[in-house]
């Protein structure tokens, strides 16, 4: 069977099982519309699935996936936007009452910003090396696993960890976000799943460190 083909009877199973099954909630979401609680920006990495890890279903959550889960800062300029207008679209549209970051282990695209930092162009690539970078920022002023990083000791986990958590100071640049979270209407929450383990642990503020949910 060849990769495409599998994705039809993918669908055939999918048609025939789960959305006979969930008609009701379809319909429902046809008819009313979506008002999901949650904004999830992940990883595009075929191995980290989020509406799998976190057992959601169809209206459940407002969903961003990219490489290497990152959020830029608010950048005031006609460049075309696709984060930060899924993240106005939540924020001031669907009233969102969370973001949530989710990193994950074994991230290519951290580990292509560990392997670019001295040299950008080793990548090869046109626009990876460049969004990557983004993650980056956590090197010079990174917000967890300070001692480490500091030293310029790139260990991947803390890099992916260190990363989120700018990604989640990032969110914080654009207004409407840091109004909402000053007026308790919307907290923000980064997470970090270990494909191995099976492991899914969250930033603590208090701690500065990511531990179990
Ligand atoms: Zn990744």
Redesign the pocket.
Known sequence: MDSADKLKDGYHSFRDGYFKDSRDLFRKLAQKGQSPKTLLIS???SR?DPTIILNTEPGDVFSVRN???LVPPHENDNHYHGVSSAVEYAVKVLEVENIMIM??A?????QAAIDTENDPESLGTEFVHNWVSLAQQAFSDPCCCKESIKSGNRIPVEI?QASIVNSMNNLMTFDFVKKRVEEKKLKIYGLHFDLETGDLTAFDRKTGEFGPL
Request: proline share 0%; charged share 15%.
């Open positions: 990883c595009s990495d980290v490489v290497g889960n990193g994950h074994h991230c290519g695209a951290i992916e």
